[in-house]
């Protein structure tokens, strides 16, 4: 196979994992929305398993192009983009997957800034809560040690 089609694999493969991480951050925002504790760890350990994935393409990416793609214009360690590479071959395919890429990135950018925000107000709604129920239990010690929240008459 040819360096530049091995590039494109690589690329193709970063695309359908990006493709993955849009989903699971939309199915994070559902589970955020519905306070589905158990359904966000699971979506963390498939975030972090698409992650490593990416993290690996991005190596042999890296490696793949300074082994077959730099020094030819700017000199060696010369970094070479896909935009740069997708001109000096004339690929309109190699064009198109990054066009694929730089919209997906920008989805996975916008889809965690709402799901920031969406953390960010249910942590703040929790410790208000707490300071509410704080405020009804008087103090700590009138608290059973078993963790239960109980009412007094007064």
Same mark, same amino acid.
């Given at each position: 196979?040819?360096?530049?089609?091995? @590039?494109?694999?690589?690329?193709? $493969?970063?695309?359908?994992?990006?493709k993955e991480l849009v989903c699971l951050l939309q199915e994070e925002r559902t589970r955020l929305v519905d306070f589905d504790?158990? #359904?966000m760890e $699971?979506?963390?350990? #498939?975030?972090?398993?698409?992650?490593?994935?990416?993290?690996?393409?991005?190596? $042999?990416?890296? /490696?793949?192009?300074?082994a077959h793609f730099t020094g030819k214009e700017g000199g060696p360690g010369g970094e070479i983009t896909l935009r740069s590479l997708a001109e000096r071959t004339g690929d309109t395919e190699l064009a198109g997957i990054r066009l694929k890429?730089?919209?997906?990135?920008?989805?996975?950018?916008?889809?965690?800034?709402?799901?920031?925000? @969406?953390?960010? /107000?249910?942590?703040?709604?929790?410790?208000v809560a707490s300071g509410f129920f704080r405020s009804l239990g008087g103090?700590?010690?009138?608290?059973? #040690?078993? #963790?239960?929240?109980?009412s007094r008459e007064t």
């Open positions: 196979m040819k360096p530049l089609d091995d @590039l494109k694999n690589i690329l193709l $493969e970063q695309e359908k994992c990006c504790v158990a #359904g $699971e979506i963390s350990k #498939g975030k972090d398993t698409l992650l490593l994935r990416l993290r690996l393409l991005e190596e $042999e990416r890296i /490696r793949l192009t300074a890429l730089v919209s997906l990135v920008q989805s996975i950018d916008d889809l965690n800034g709402f799901n920031r925000h @969406l953390i960010d /107000r249910s942590l703040w709604n929790v410790r103090s700590r010690s009138a608290l059973p #040690g078993s #963790g239960s929240l109980v």
